[in-house]
């Protein structure tokens, strides 16, 4: 029969197993936040921004971000505690969990109160607090991981060593962009480096958590059940992470769902469509004066050639900006050709009543720019083409190019391939455009950008 205090002493253990679930939570609550505030953010880059930015001054992720992380910080509170009482007679592993304590006040205080400027701006005391509290964050979390280390099992300390090793490394790794950040420069891969270094140890949480609940469980069976705690314990860890990977993949999942309506939306109301022997045109038309027709190349439909025409034109131009065949709204005829192609432009001409234009045309639009100034040249003033490439050649110049021509091909034909391009090698893709080092150079990662929807064709 159970005495009382035997009965008390089940329940207390009981109780800790159930609040050490908030070493799982916190990390699985932390990732929500950075997945949220990237959504709330829609031009933040996961690959090339840090962390931090998203809870920056003026940040517009900044709201929700600073809300889930209060959250998960409530939850490491609650996980420190949970390991100081499952410490016992362990006086490392005491220690540990009282650092862990702290390491969460200290995000739950100080933390709150020094977040990072924006990037491109100078840091200034503020920059100088928030990076003084990371130090001491990580210092706190550093020697707790060393301690508890110390007082459990050989594997787990392997394991430690191994997630101390990976955390060092990234987070210096990492360091060195700082200056890049203040000077509003571009820092490539600097998001994907410093979310290694803390979700290695974010994972570390959640793995001493579920280490901890094996050892209490353990201390209630006999040593034949023993066995089945441990595969207990294989279980927890694999829910664990599965469940990490799902957030991940959701937030993925939901980037890419708010991404393209908001790409969608932007692309309401700025065009008309109008009927043809070739299916439905579409087109946009800004500016007063000199009629010019701009042809846009494969990146986008009438708002690629917008963008060119409000970027080289502006308002002194009366501006005509169709969507070729196949690109958002405009038909893809069965069998088109750049001949056909050139044919709508005219048919379009004719309905808004223009005889003679400017033709501007980029990338892939040139075609069908250069064959309707070879079909119609009286009603062609000039031919501008941009980065046009409509030659065949032979040699090894050209045969790179053809390569980078085909995979940027198959990133355009599918939305999530361009997005994914986008979002996280965004600067790489401006490569394979053509776009140079002077180019990109400077390029803050999370400016103004589209994720214009991709096209049929």
């Keep these: ?35 949220l505030g990237g959504v709330a953010w829609g031009a933040y880059s996961f690959r090339d921004q840090a962390i931090s930015e998203l809870g920056a001054i003026g940040a517009p992720s900044r709201a929700p971000f600073s809300a889930l992380l209060l959250l998960a910080y409530l939850l490491a509170l ?3 505690v949970a390991v100081r009482r499952a410490a016992r007679d362990r006086r490392r592993l005491h220690m540990a969990g009282t650092l862990l304590v702290a390491y969460a006040v200290l995000a739950l205080t100080v933390g709150q109160f020094v ?28 020697s707790a991981m060393g301690l508890a280390a110390a007082a459990l099992r050989p594997r787990f300390r392997r394991y430690t060593i191994a997630t101390v090793v990976v ?42 958590a579920v280490v901890l609940r094996r050892e209490g469980a353990v201390d209630q069976v006999r040593a034949p059940q023993r066995a089945k705690a441990r595969r207990r314990l294989r279980l927890q860890i694999g829910y664990s992470f599965a469940g990490l990977a799902l957030v991940v993949v959701l937030a993925v ?56 025409a ?22 893809l005829p069965e069998g088109a050709t750049f001949e056909m192609q050139a044919r709508a432009y005219a048919h379009l001409l004719d309905r808004l009543r223009i005889e003679r234009v400017a033709v501007v045309a980029m990338s892939h639009g040139a075609p069908s720019a250069l064959l309707f100034t070879a079909m119609y040249p009286e009603r062609v003033l000039s031919l501008t083409l941009l980065s046009a490439g409509v030659a065949s050649s032979t040699d090894a110049a050209q045969a790179g190019a053809n390569v980078r021509g085909d995979a940027l091909t198959a990133i355009f034909r599918h939305d999530v391939l361009y997005w994914a391009a986008t979002r996280f090698a965004r600067q790489r893709l401006l490569r394979l455009m053509g776009a140079g080092e002077e180019a990109t150079r400077g390029r803050v990662p999370g400016s103004a950008r589209s994720s214009t929807p991709s096209s049929t064709a």
């Design 310 to 331: 409000r970027a080289l034109l502006g308002t002194d131009f009366d501006w005509i900006a169709p969507s070729r065949f196949g690109y958002l709204r405009s038909a």
């Design 115 to 142: 977040p990072m400027r924006p990037r491109g701006t100078a840091q200034g005391l503020a920059g100088a607090l928030h990076l003084g509290e990371g130090m001491v964050a990580m210092t706190l979390l550093l």
């Design 253 to 308: 999942a939901g980037t890419f769902a708010f991404d393209m309506r908001r790409a969608y939306g932007r692309l309401e109301g700025g065009s008309v469509v109008v009927a043809s022997p070739f299916g439905a045109i579409e087109f946009a038309r800004g500016g007063v004066g000199l009629p010019v027709l701009v042809v846009h190349g494969s990146g986008g439909g009438w708002d690629q050639g917008a963008l060119v």
């Design 78 to 80: 609650a996980f420190g």
């Design 167 to 208: 955390v060092l490394v990234f987070a210096a790794w990492g360091g060195l962009e700082a200056g890049r950040i203040e000077a509003g420069q571009s820092t490539p891969w600097l998001g994907l480096k410093e979310r290694v270094f803390w979700y290695a140890h974010q994972s570390w949480l959640a793995v001493l």
């Design 1 to 35: 029969m159970r005495t009382g205090g035997s009965f008390r002493t089940s329940v207390s253990m009981l109780s800790n197993r159930t609040l050490l679930v908030c070493g799982v939570l916190s990390p699985l609550v932390y990732a929500l936040a950075d997945a």
